[in-house]
């Protein structure tokens, strides 16, 4: 068996390699993304590719007649034309929840960095702000016995920066699959109270102590915060509207480290501008990498980004590398697969 490796990995490939010959290459490497031809290139005496964001097109799957297995290493193959790959009776694998609790954690961190300044007040003492340059006086020494360091004017850190607590607070969580969980017990664990929309679930799944199962207009409406978690498709995207934004509470904050579409961007940024918003912490754009002059970079200071790194996690690549090489171990020994797209 050739296997063709182009993924991310976490290092160890001796499970691939104990089931024949391996090729690593593209990104596996730190390469850029393969062409079709570049792909072609190498897999078209393999049996198994397994790769990220090659994307595994018709095309492809045409010039690689001994493909047995296609593997991508994300919670969707969404690389994959895996119609084209059904239908010639290859199998595709997956790897749902590798990185869920990556995705869960770097949420709970944004609802905490919007709720208290967090990245804002760091970024403020960097810039000098607050600081003083003489060495320190007794009277900010003696800021080691008492609460009060710092100025207590109304221009002070501590009005400046002045956050609420997450607890009593209602989390509306639109998504409850792998990462809607995570964050609703880590929220749960903050002390919050939990709303979630979610067509796929059942009220009576969501029946742990806390949690609550509403409508997508009443949880815009009774959220503090609302966190998103749920993929890109027909019936999602642009669901978070102008009439939903514009429903939520004054100051009310959102998240978004799902994807980009489900979210209308205008409406958000009308909402930052002119309320009700209090904050938004974006982790996906409509466009990859964001560019400088957009307004989440150059206007707003309630606007927290990261680029692109809710499952960047060295655990999740590590749990993506196991989950391919396992299914992979069964495939060869006739075994029923755990992680194969339907």
Not at 137 to 144: I, K, Y
Not at 177 to 198: H, Q, S, Y
């Amino acid at each position: 068996m050739k296997i063709v490796f182009t993924a991310e990995h976490s290092g160890d490939l001796t499970a691939f390699q104990q089931l024949g010959e391996l090729l690593v290459e593209g990104w596996a490497l730190g390469k850029p993304k393969l062409s079709a031809g570049q792909l072609i290139e190498l897999a078209h005496d393999a049996d198994v590719l397994v790769t990220s964001y090659d994307d595994v097109t018709q095309e492809v799957i045409a010039a690689c007649p001994r493909l047995q297995v296609i593997a991508c290493t994300r919670a969707n193959p969404v690389n994959i034309d895996t119609k084209a790959a059904q239908a010639r009776g290859i199998r595709v694998l997956y790897t749902p929840g590798r990185n869920a609790d990556a995705a869960a954690e770097l949420t709970i961190g944004l609802m905490l960095s919007l709720a208290r300044h967090i990245p804002q007040s760091h970024a403020a003492l960097k810039r000098g702000e607050f600081t003083r340059a003489e060495n320190a006086t007794q009277a900010t020494q003696s800021g080691l016995r008492r609460d009060v360091v710092w100025d207590v004017s109304p221009e002070s850190p501590y009005e400046v920066f002045k956050g609420s607590e997450l607890r009593n607070k209602t989390l509306g969580l639109i998504g409850y699959g792998n990462i809607g969980r995570r964050v609703a017990r880590i929220a749960r664990a903050f002390g919050m109270a939990v709303l979630v929309v979610d067509p796929f679930v059942a009220a009576e799944d969501i029946n742990e102590p806390g949690l609550q199962k509403t409508t997508l207009e009443g949880l815009f409406r009774e959220a503090d915060i609302v966190s998103l978690h749920l993929s890109s498709g027909p019936h999602s995207d642009g669901l978070v509207s102008a009439a939903l934004l514009n429903s939520m509470k004054p100051g009310a904050l959102l998240i978004n480290t799902s994807r980009a579409a489900v979210v209308d961007e205008e409406a958000l940024i009308h909402a930052l501008r002119h309320g009700p918003l209090g904050g938004a912490a974006l982790d996906v754009y409509h466009r990859e990498p964001l560019w400088r002059d957009h307004p989440f970079i150059t206007e707003f200071d309630n606007v927290i980004i990261t680029p692109h790194i809710a499952g960047a996690t060295r655990e999740s690549i590590a749990k993506h590398t196991a989950m391919i090489a396992a299914d992979l171990q069964r495939y060869v020994a006739g075994e029923p697969l755990l992680y194969q797209w339907r």
